[in-house]
């Protein structure tokens, strides 16, 4: 299993490049949008979201820039993990009892899981 990116919320496009950035010195992606459709599949807000990626070839960070929305930002942190086996890691989620979020993207399928104490994590295949 592998980290793949940590999902967190800024409250500003700003704040986010001195941050992640300056500071970090991670490099920034062209700001993209995240449906207010998909923002409300996977984080149950009614949304439009500004999302930037700041990552070198150690770390991933997803930042949604969360100025425009009156919401908890806790909403929005999450993992994404990388698993070997996607049915096989889906199939010991079913056995334990947690439930599986199915999210369509365009062609492809976005998995989402919570652990037990509302924890949200991304699920990709590697």
């Known amino acids: 299993m592998l980290l793949k990116h940590v999902g967190l ?3 500003s496009e700003v704040n986010a490049d001195i941050f992640y950035r300056d500071l970090l ?3 920034k992606s062209e700001p993209k949008a995240l449906s207010a459709d998909l923002s409300r599949a996977i984080f149950n807000i009614n949304a439009e ?3 930037i990626n700041y990552m070198d070839e150690n770390i991933h960070f997803e930042i949604f820039v969360a100025d425009q929305v009156d919401m908890p930002r806790d909403l929005i942190a999450h993992q994404c993990l990388e698993v070997g086996d996607l049915p096989e890691f889906l199939d010991k989620c ?3 009892g947690v ?3 199915l999210i369509p993207k365009g ?3 976005l998995t989402f899981i919570n652990d037990f104490d509302g ?3 991304e699920i990709v295949s590697g």
Do not use: Q
Request: some cysteine; overall charge positive; proline content about 0%.
């Open 25 to 27: 010195g991670l490099n």
């Open 99 to 101: 439930e599986i979020a």
């Open 49 to 51: 979201l500004l999302m």
């Open 107 to 109: 062609d492809k399928t």
């Open 94 to 96: 079913r056995g334990i």
């Open 119 to 121: 924890n949200l994590f």
């Open 9 to 11: 919320a800024c409250r």
